[in-house]
């Protein structure tokens, strides 16, 4: 296994360049978002080499020449820029929410850059929004998505997370994460092109080892999602949480990270 100098990097890409840090020994976890990141980078995780990677229009990252480079794929397309400049072979990506919906077109565009896929409480398509067991069938009536739609801005972003906030209760993510980068532009246009994301059919192409996270009160992303991803891909692992909520990485359930060390450890050698 290569071993990884810790730091900060720059990976250059068509249109700028994409920061990363390294941080932390064992075999490579790459996490990223593509509408809110952690501007400390993710916390390391014990065993791991921990990589964060921040999008274009977020901390050191190139700005976004337009629109079109936020969102899942030119996202994907940005993370191999990153492996590549960091001389793997492979890696392991970990994405939660639409991180994991980021991982699943990542999978499906450089399937052979992984060691293995872990997707927490996340979703297969845009049907998500329609999921009577998920909060926004309730968020996309309101008030304050209709004004974050028409014209994101710092103000509406605000009244929007609040209003998602205040419907996930106890069990949106922990507090002690909520000192995030936001770019408006980014999610508003994450939202606007949501219908286009929907690759339930091609979920069985995905043929590597994938563990499947969600927690058991997930207001955003229910397990009902999470089921649809295991039954899609071939030999997924699916793990629900009890009493806990979105984002399983971040609530840390007892035994999450050794589970996640003995998947990455039976994974094929590579990472």
Known sequence: MQELKPGYGKAQVDGGA???????TGPPVVGTHPYWMPKAGYATLPG???????????GDSSPARSNLD??????????????????LEKWVYWGGSFGGMTGQVYALKYQDTL?????????????????????????????????????????????????TSRLMGEWGLPKTILNQEHNPEALAECLRRINEFDIRSQLKGI???TLVLVG??????????????ADGIPGAILKIYPDVGHGVRFHNPPGLIELV??????????A
């Open 261 to 270: 060390q003995e998947f990455v450890g039976a994974a094929p050698a590579g």
């Open 207 to 209: 043929r590597i080892p």
């Open 48 to 58: 791991f080499t921990t990589i964060t990677v921040w999008p274009r229009g977020f």
């Open 18 to 24: 994409i920061a990363y840090l390294v941080d932390g």
């Open 115 to 163: 060691a293995a896929l872990i997707l927490d409480g996340t979703a297969p398509s845009f049907h998500y929004i329609d999921d009577p067991a998920s909060i926004w069938p309730q968020v996309r009536a309101s008030s304050e998505s209709a004004a974050y739609r028409t014209n994101p801005s710092p103000e509406t972003q605000c009244a929007f997370f609040g209003l």
């Open 216 to 229: 058991e009160n997930d207001p955003s992303c229910p397990p009902s999602q999470a089921q649809i991803i």
């Open 70 to 87: 936020y969102g899942f794929w030119r996202l994907a397309d940005d993370l191999d820029a990153v492996r590549r400049d960091l001389g």
